[in-house]
T-cell receptor, first 112, second 115 residues
Framework: GDSVTQMEGPVTLSEEAFLTINCTYT??????LFWYVQYPGEGLQLLLK?????DKGSNKGFEATYRKETTSFHLEKGSVQVSDSAVYFC???????????FGAGTRLTVKP | DAGVIQSPRHEVTEMGQEVTLRCKPI?????LFWYRQTMMRGLELLIY????????DSGMPEDRFSAKMPNASFSTLKIQPSEPRDSAVYFC?????????????FGSGTQLSVL
């Protein structure tokens, strides 16, 4: 079935460091792909999405490119801030069903 | 729109008591999801509904848990009797059309503590 494999954390970085969180997927068809973020004390919220191959989703300085050839959707940010400290979830593709079972997520801590 | 509304925000109860968590999805959304989040287990999908019908409840931990969606604007998650290991944050989420690439909208969660 459709699924994702996400890099496990936790990840600790200094402010202004470069961030990559890896995510690869398996899917039939051509699903939209999503990254969600959970800030402390809140529910998950959409960070960015890409709807087709080679699309780049971006938001708040984060980017992820939908790479069909490598079935990947890695999250990147060139210079992280303390306020980016959160848990990041690569969402499972939902082309064939509504089974939204998230993985463990990757906890990011950014230190000043 | 007010977003997905969950109540109560916090619930403290004693072991053996019945707990009812409530969720109002975004108007017009046809899918609703209940999740439980703990440090040990992460974010677990408990059950989801399409058009008010339960589709998959395989994540419900045991018979003490039950969920209903009597109409498109309201859902409940009930735990009876509650146990200390049920302590967690429970999230409700809704979506318009996941298969068409629509996103999930999450509520703020209910922090449940069972003493």
């Amino acid at each position: 079935g459709d699924s994702v494999t996400q890099m496990e954390g936790p990840v600790t970085l200094s402010e202004e460091a470069f961030l990559t969180i890896n995510c690869t997927y398996t899917a039939t068809g051509y699903p939209s792909l999503f990254w969600y973020v959970q800030y402390p004390g809140e529910g998950l919220q959409l960070l960015l999405k890409a709807t087709k191959a080679d699309d780049k989703g971006s938001n708040k300085g984060f980017e992820a490119t939908y790479r069909k050839e490598t079935t990947s959707f890695h999250l990147e940010k060139g210079s992280v801030q303390v306020s980016d400290s959160a848990v990041y979830f690569c969402a499972p593709p939902t082309y064939n069903n509504n089974d939204m079972r998230f993985g463990a997520g990757t906890r990011l801590t950014v230190k000043p | 729109d007010a977003g997905v509304i969950q109540s109560p925000r916090h619930e403290v109860t004693e072991m053996g008591q019945e707990v009812t968590l409530r969720c109002k999805p975004i108007s017009g959304h046809n899918s609703l999801f209940w999740y439980r989040q703990t440090m040990m287990r992460g974010l677990e999908l408990l059950i989801y509904f399409n058009n008010n019908v339960p589709i998959d409840d395989s994540g419900m931990p045991e018979d003490r848990f039950s969920a209903k969606m009597p109409n498109a604007s309201f859902s409940t998650l009930k735990i009876q009797p509650s146990e200390p290991r049920d302590s967690a944050v429970y999230f409700c989420a809704s979506s318009l059309a996941l298969r068409q690439g629509e996103k999930l909208f999450f509520g703020s969660g209910t922090q449940l503590s069972v003493l």
